[in-house]
Structures are given as structure tokens and as C-alpha cells.
């Protein structure tokens, strides 16, 4: 009897045993077009047996560890517009099993907007105030004249604007030069064309966009508002191909094909008229003249190394503003980016990166007869960085990486006797980081960072040493319902001399901040629910604080030339954030909420920035209507901007002659406090049909949108010298055409 109850015991200890000790396996691999090879981020692998699975990254991989071994399990693939995928594979003991999956697009003319097998690799994922962008969901909105990115990114919650001219967004009460824009790792010091209109990246070149509203992770660096990471398309590895299209303001081309062990994208953009461009200025005449460039070449040869991408990219934009009237100020201002990136995968589940890119931004405003004074701004960056990042058995992730940032700016400033002065600087900034992102456990995931700067740009400024912890997790306590969180500090020692009260602004020059005020430091914290209600239906809430220090301002009270050019000040935001998300194969539906409050605070003074709206409301609305028809509109609203107000005029004494017998006096505005009144409510609906006809070998795409469908007469400003009412855009039917091959 003795002897049986040792057997029992022994038993009972050796299940367990067993079962923790049992050998297991990986699975690693990538997900591509089938038609073109081009790789497509976030599709979803679930292994039917398990239950579980993972979402492909930026660059079309995945990895799923501690499978249980010697078994063969049905992998389902599935992705956004394409037809799911069921493959076999076999799993063996302590051993990396590699499966490239390829989807074939569905029919060109049922191209559907459902999201399929989502719900079970987002259980513990650490995404808090993360929005993944399908290209497909931005070319579905109602056209502003062109389909752009940086425009689509302002029905997201959280995000504002300052009316219909300019795409520059403000991401959380954040200013707008504290939002990082990345382009295959490389910044884009000004993205926009066309006073600000529309961004200077043509969706047709990006693949995946990623967009962080806030507490992302030690991987990024530089900014301390927002990050939109945009990827480029590698270009068809099987045929040759083009794309070409036309709207009321640009025409543009597109070229694509197979190199030998690789493949290119060239993609480029022209404005041709200048017409369309009165509707966004009332009426006025701006002789706007712009141009984009960008092209990717990619090689990968497992004979000359394993496993391993290479890829050179570049990107060129340019816009002039040139005036025929010789009192009028003439404008230009260019980027560009040339680059090289290193990916390879390891024999072990690692991943790991290293990249090195140029990037530059000249501006220029050019007076002529006007009298306005001279202004040049020359940017040079040299950017290095490598990042490591390890899966582990465990599901868990471990990464490593370092950055060195080389930047030199040049900043040419003008006085009224032409006396020029150069403000800009140049320095360093080496960081590196290292992050643990802990997701053993289905239910819960954490992502604990810490980014640290051994240098500041600024040579001798204090503040040399400077940690960014960061933090962000998700706890999943019922199956439909998650809390997510995050919390950080992000530091910004780059700024730009920007006038809050311009109603437009056409360039910002970019400098370091001097040494003689400390970096900008924003604390990050931000919680919230997210909600899978069915299959269908997604509710999110979010709840933000941001604080901000060493805010930099430009020194409106500066008197002598040794008065500092900056003051520092500080910043305060906070607010909620809603969203509804609906899909359907054939309706699509999102509406945003958001109720925030936005504060400055310089030289004791504390207001409200002319971006601060308390009420902000998006609804877009997509259905497919058949026979390659489609129908999309979207609503916005958003609560009165502040603005500051004038009590009445004075008459300033003007000596234009040293010998004059009598002065003249000019008229000068007294003003209010800053931006103590309210513009009126804005609310705007725009509409667009589109239909998808094949010819042939040819696909063509015809798109026509009516912006501001109920012509509302929403207000832009009121001219301080007229006294007019400047609104903003009309009722404006647009349209573009587009053909494939």
C-alpha cells in the first residue's frame, strides 16, 4: 500500500514536470502580396489549434514562439482586401520554422474594408494611442484635391487643426514642430506643400503608416508630441508596372518592376495650375509651383548573404512661390532625403536593423520690394541608428539600439538696415535605449523602456545627461474589455522660431535650442478602455495629461540685440478621447469624440493657444455600392477657436525723412489679451463617389468629391486692415482620374 501511494506521488510530480519541460518550437516568417511580393504589414496569423497568434510588423514579419513541438498545426492568414490563407506547418523541438505566406488581392472591383481575425493577436498587445492607417482607408475620403495623408490623420481623435488651408495638425494640446514625421527612419523637417495644404509624401510610394498620439516607445526619440512612421512600398518583384493620375492640381506617375535579387519604386508629382488653389484663399491668386520625387531600390540575395534586405532610398521636394508683382515677397523652401538600411534576421528568433540617411531642409523668404525682411534657414542631418530586438522563448521581446543624430543649422536673420546675423548651431545627440516588452501572459502585456541621452545638440548647454523612462501596458480582465495604459518623459532639443499669431505659415526655420535654456521635457500620461464588442464593433476610450517644460518661446519683448531670441515657458494639456469603429465587408463606419483643454503659460501669462477647440466630432462613412461603385462622406465639427481681439487703433508717429517738414502718422492696432475671444462653431460635410473600371490590361479609378457640400460659411479670420471676413473653404466639387497597369 506504501509502495502505491509513492507511485501516486511520484505521478502526480512528474505530470507537471513533464508538462513544463515539454520541448518547443518556432515559427518565423513573412507575409506578401501574391501579385507583387510587396510586403504587408499588420496581417494576422492565427494557428487554429491554439487559438493564438501574432500581426506582422512594419516590414511584413512575424514571429510565434513556445509552440508546443513535434506537431503540425493550420496557420490562417488573413489581411485587410485580400483573400485568407489556411498552410500546414510543422513545428520541431527547439527549432525555427521559416513560412513565407502570399495572399492574392480579391477582385479588383470588391475590395472590401473588413478586418479579419483581429481579436486574438491584440489581446495583450501594448498599442495605447496607437493608430495603424491602411492606405486604402485614406484614398476612401472625400478628396481635398488630393488623396494625403497628413489631411486624413486630422479626423483621428485627439488630433486638431486651424481650419481647411493648412494639413499642419496638433496632436494633444502638442504644437505643431512637436510632432516627429519619419520616412524609412528618416526626418522630414517640413512635410508640407503649398502653404501648408497637403503633405509632400504622395500615398501612392507609402506602405504602412503608423501613427503614435502619444507615450510610444524608447524607440523613437527627438519629439515629444506625436510620431507618424511612414514606410515606403518596395515595388513589384514579379512584372513591370505603372500608375499615372490627374487632378485639378497635380499630375503624377508612378513606375515599378523586378531588378535582379530586388526590386524599385519611382514615384513623382508635378503641380500644372494654380486655380483650385483660390478656393482655399478666397479668391486669392498665389502663384504656387511644387514638385515631389522618391524612389527605392531593394536587394536581397541569400547566396551573397542570408536572410538579409538592403535597401536605398531617396525622396526630393520642392515649392516656389514666385510673385509677379515686385512688392510682393517671394517664398521657397525644399527637402531631401537619401538613405540606406540594413535589415537581417538571425538564426535565432532576432531581428535587427541599422540604418544611415541624410537629410535636409533649405527656406527662404525673399522680400523683393515688399517690407518684409529677409530670411534663410539651411538644415543638415546625419542620422545613424541600429536596433536589436530578441524574441524570446517566453513570447516575451527584448531590444536594444543606439542613435547619433549629426545636425547643423544655419539660420540667417535680417535687420531693417540689412545687417545680417546667423543664429543657427550645430551638435550631437547620441542616445541609447533598451526596452523589455513582457507578453508571456495572454491577458497582460507591458512595454518598460528607458532611452538615454549622453549628449544634447546644444555644445555646453546643461541638461547634458537626461533619462526618458517610459511605460505602457495593457490588462485584458474579460474577454472584450482591456485597460491600457502608458506614462513617460520625451525630450525635444530642437525648435523652430514660429509666430503663434501668423495665420498662415509657410515654413518654420529650424535651429537648436540654445544652451542657455534646458531641452523641452513632456510628461505623458494616458489611460483608457478598449472595448471588443463583437466581431464588428470596436469602442475605445482614452483619458490624457500631458505637462511640458522649457516650453520655447519667441521673446516678444525683446528690445536690444542682447535680449535672449527665446524665453522658455510651459505647457499643459488634457482631455478624453472617443471612438467608434464599425466594419462590415461592404460598410464602414468611425466616429470620434474629443473634449480637451489646452494651456500655455509664458512670463507669468497663461492662455489658451490658437489650436485649443473643446469639442471636436469626426464621422466618416464608407459603403460599397456594387459594380465597382463606392460612396464615402465624412462630418466635422469642432467648437470656436480662440483668437485675440482689438480694442481700436492709434496713430503712430512714422519719420520716413530725416528733412521732412511734417510726420506722418500710421494707424496701429491696440490689442486684447492673447486669444481671449472665440471664432464661431466649425462644421463642414464633404461627399465623393467613386467607381473602379477594367479595360483590358488597364484599371482605371474615377473619383468625384464635393468638399463643404452645404457651402457652410465657415470663419478664417477677420483682416486686422479691412475689417473684411475671410472664410474658409467653399462649396467646391473636386475630381481625379487615375489608370493602372
Do not use: C
Not at 276 to 285: E, G, R, T
Not at 665 to 693: A, E
Amino acid at each position: 500500500m506504501q509502495t502505491t501511494k509513492s507511485y501516486l506521488i511520484l505521478l502526480l510530480f512528474a505530470i507537471p514536470i513533464s508538462i513544463w519541460a515539454q520541448p518547443k518550437g518556432t515559427i518565423r516568417g513573412i507575409v506578401t502580396d501574391s501579385t507583387s511580393g510587396e510586403v504587408l504589414a499588420y496581417a494576422n496569423i492565427l494557428i487554429e489549434e491554439l487559438g493564438s497568434g501574432a500581426t506582422t510588423d512594419i516590414r511584413g514579419y512575424f514571429v510565434i514562439t513556445s509552440i508546443p513541438a513535434n506537431n503540425t498545426y493550420t496557420l490562417l492568414t488573413s489581411y485587410v482586401g485580400y483573400n485568407s490563407k489556411k498552410i500546414t506547418a510543422a513545428v520541431k523541438p527547439n527549432q525555427v520554422t521559416e513560412i513565407d505566406v502570399e495572399l492574392s488581392p480579391q477582385s479588383f472591383e470588391l475590395q472590401t474594408v473588413e478586418k479579419v481575425a483581429e481579436k486574438v493577436p491584440k489581446e495583450n498587445a501594448t498599442d495605447i494611442s496607437l493608430e495603424r492607417i491602411a492606405i486604402k482607408d485614406i484614398e476612401m475620403l472625400p478628396k481635398g484635391v488630393e488623396t494625403d495623408i497628413l489631411r486624413a490623420i486630422k479626423f483621428l481623435p485627439g488630433v486638431q487643426s486651424t481650419g481647411d488651408v493648412s494639413a499642419r495638425y496638433y496632436v494633444r494640446g502638442g504644437a505643431a514642430n512637436q510632432n516627429l514625421v519619419l520616412l524609412n527612419g528618416a526626418t522630414i523637417y517640413n512635410p508640407f506643400h503649398a502653404l501648408g495644404l497637403f503633405s509632400v509624401v504622395d500615398p501612392e510610394m507609402i506602405n504602412s503608416v503608423e501613427f503614435y498620439k502619444g507615450g510610444f516607445g524608447a524607440e523613437y526619440s527627438g519629439r515629444i508630441s506625436s510620431v507618424l512612421n511612414l514606410v515606403s512600398k518596395d515595388g513589384n518583384k514579379y512584372k513591370y508596372g505603372g500608375k499615372a493620375s490627374a487632378s485639378f492640381l497635380t499630375a503624377k506617375a508612378s513606375l515599378e518592376g523586378p531588378l535582379p535579387h530586388g526590386s524599385f519604386l519611382v514615384t513623382g508629382r508635378k503641380s500644372h495650375s494654380n486655380s483650385i488653389l483660390k478656393k482655399f484663399l478666397s479668391d486669392q491668386n498665389v502663384p504656387v509651383d511644387f514638385y515631389d520625387f522618391s524612389f527605392k531600390l531593394n536587394y536581397e540575395d541569400d547566396e551573397f548573404m542570408e536572410d538579409a534586405k538592403f535597401t536605398f532610398h531617396g525622396f526630393f521636394s520642392e515649392d516656389n512661390i514666385d510673385n509677379s508683382n515686385p512688392l510682393v515677397e517671394d517664398f521657397k523652401w525644399a527637402n531631401s532625403i537619401i538613405g540606406v538600411n540594413y535589415f537581417q534576421l538571425g538564426d535565432a528568433p532576432l531581428f535587427y536593423n541599422i540604418g544611415l540617411s541624410v537629410s535636409k531642409f533649405n527656406g527662404e523668404l525673399i522680400p523683393n520690394g515688399s517690407n518684409k525682411r529677409p530670411r534663410k534657414n539651411e538644415v543638415d542631418e546625419l542620422s545613424i541608428l541600429a536596433d536589436f530586438t530578441y524574441v524570446l522563448n517566453s513570447k516575451d521581446e527584448f531590444g536594444v539600439g543606439w542613435h547619433i543624430k549629426e545636425f547643423n543649422s544655419n539660420l540667417f536673420l535680417y535687420n531693417y538696415r540689412g545687417v545680417v546675423t546667423d543664429i543657427g548651431s550645430k551638435g550631437s545627440n547620441i542616445s541609447v535605449y533598451g526596452k523589455y516588452k513582457y507578453l508571456r501572459n495572454e491577458n497582460f502585456g507591458a512595454d518598460l523602456g528607458m532611452r538615454v541621452n549622453l549628449t544634447r545638440f546644444s555644445p555646453g548647454g546643461g541638461g547634458t545627461y537626461f533619462i526618458e523612462p517610459r511605460l505602457n501596458i495593457t490588462y485584458r480582465f474579460a474577454p472584450f474589455v482591456a485597460f491600457k495604459g502608458a506614462w513617460g518623459i520625451f525630450q525635444q532639443d530642437l525648435t523652430t522660431l514660429t509666430d503663434e499669431d501668423e495665420v498662415i505659415t509657410l515654413f518654420d526655420p529650424w535651429l537648436i535650442t540654445p544652451n542657455y535654456i534646458d531641452p523641452a521635457r513632456s510628461f505623458h500620461y494616458i489611460a483608457g478602455l478598449d472595448f471588443d464588442i463583437t466581431e464588428e464593433v470596436d469602442f475605445l476610450f482614452e483619458s490624457y495629461y500631458k505637462l511640458t517644460h522649457n516650453f520655447p518661446f519667441l521673446n516678444e519683448n525683446r528690445i536690444v540685440p542682447t535680449d535672449p531670441e527665446l524665453i522658455a515657458g510651459i505647457g499643459e494639456s488634457y482631455g478624453f478621447e472617443f471612438s467608434t469603429i464599425y466594419n462590415t465587408p461592404d460598410f464602414s463606419m468611425r466616429s470620434g469624440y474629443t473634449l480637451s483643454w489646452t494651456f500655455k503659460e509664458v512670463d507669468g501669462k497663461r492662455y489658451h493657444p490658437r489650436y485649443d477647440s473643446r469639442h471636436n466630432f469626426n464621422l466618416s462613412l464608407d459603403l460599397a455600392l456594387g459594380a465597382g461603385w463606392r460612396l464615402s462622406s465624412t462630418w466635422t465639427y469642432s467648437s470656436g477657436l480662440p483668437f485675440t481681439q482689438f480694442r481700436g487703433y492709434y496713430q503712430k508717429l512714422a519719420l520716413t525723412d530725416l528733412y521732412q517738414l511734417l510726420p506722418d502718422f500710421n494707424p496701429k492696432l491696440i490689442l486684447n489679451d492673447r486669444n481671449l475671444g472665440r471664432m464661431p462653431d466649425y462644421h463642414r460635410m464633404d461627399i465623393s463617389f467613386s467607381k473602379k473600371i477594367e479595360i483590358g490590361l488597364y484599371r482605371f479609378t474615377v473619383d468625384l468629391s464635393v468638399l463643404n457640400l452645404y457651402d457652410r460659411a465657415n470663419l478664417f479670420y477677420f483682416d486686422r486692415t479691412s475689417g473684411a471676413r475671410i472664410n474658409m473653404l467653399p462649396f467646391l466639387p473636386t475630381a481625379t482620374i487615375k489608370v493602372e497597369i
